[in-house]
């Protein structure tokens, strides 16, 4: 199987093509299942840490990437239920009969959180970054969850916002300052031109009716209830900038505080794309983290 593809997974509302890159060592017993946030893609993902000693599988949201494009009522029905059902479908798909650790990022957060939520037996280890558990969220994500009272509207102005990241890789790494705090250490990461590069016609292919419905299920998604009737019962790091121009700290305080056991790592001077913004930082975290917490 080549190292990007695409799967086409059964949940309670119908099929739908999720594309997945895989990395890493396939012959490892652990395997690592990573999401990426909204509007991102598979290969905006700086996870090589992990590479050598597990199987990587970067797992993209519904509608994101090279997949299938449906009609646009197929993504009006999509719900935070479904994502859950998508992420639990794909990580099935590939299990091998043992629990994985399950990454996420924004959205992508959200939804590793939830197959754990649903599906505990699939989980061994969480690591949480940015991860959105309600749904008040800032900046053009806000915006566009606002906008979704209007579906029309809504659509237009996620292609308004992301049209002229279109035009060009260049473009798009400038249009990437709404989601940091930290600009100079972010362009001078020579690994996020590199995954730029490889990752952009991938994010070109993201339909903007997806990010629109995708932005939808946001406003209306609130994590908080189930949690607390039945957190996860497994090592969790959840890790969160300090300065989230999205995803609002106190949303990561709270997951935290709400997981048994599990350890808050606070990015300093950090926003939305703490991985990119301090990446030796947050590698070094996780990795330590990961050490003390070993799977199996």
Not at 221 to 228: F, I, K, N, S, W
Not at 248 to 263: F, N, T
Not at 265 to 283: I, K, Y
């Amino acid at each position: 199987m080549s190292n990007r593809y695409t799967v086409e997974v059964q949940t309670p509302l119908g099929p739908e093509e999720i594309a997945v890159t895989r990395h890493g060592n396939p012959n490892a017993p652990q395997q690592i299942f990573a999401w990426h946030g909204i509007t991102s893609g598979n290969d905006f993902w700086f996870w090589d840490t992990f590479w050598e000693e597990a199987e990587v599988l970067l797992v993209g949201l519904p509608g994101h990437g090279p997949v299938r494009r449906y009609e646009d009522g197929h993504y009006r029905r999509w719900t935070t239920q479904h994502l859950f059902d998508v992420g639990e479908a794909v990580v099935r798909h590939h299990a091998r009969g043992v629990p994985a650790t399950l990454i996420g990022h924004s959205t992508g957060g959200l939804t590793a959180l939830g197959v754990a939520l649903q599906a505990p037996a699939l989980a061994a280890r969480l690591v949480l970054l940015g991860t959105v558990i309600w749904g008040d969220l800032r900046g053009i994500v806000r915006v566009w969850e606002e906008a979704t009272r209007w579906p029309a509207l809504a659509q237009g102005l996620v292609a308004a916002s992301l049209a002229p990241t279109h035009l060009s890789p260049a473009v798009f790494k400038q249009a990437m300052r709404f989601y940091i705090a930290d600009s100079s250490a972010f362009y001078a990461n020579p690994r996020f031109h590199e995954t730029i590069e490889a990752g952009y016609a991938a994010y070109c292919a993201t339909s903007y009716a997806a990010i629109a419905e995708t932005a939808r299920i946001l406003r209306a998604t609130d994590l908080r209830p189930a949690v607390e009737a039945q957190p996860p019962a497994v090592p969790t790091l959840v890790v969160h900038g300090g300065q989230d121009g999205v995803v609002p700290l106190e949303q990561g305080k709270w997951i935290a505080a709400h997981i048994p056991g599990a350890e808050l790592f606070v990015v300093p001077g950090a926003g939305h794309l703490c991985f990119a913004e301090r990446e030796d930082l947050v590698n070094r975290r996780v990795r330590q983290w990961a050490d003390e917490h070993p799977v199996g």
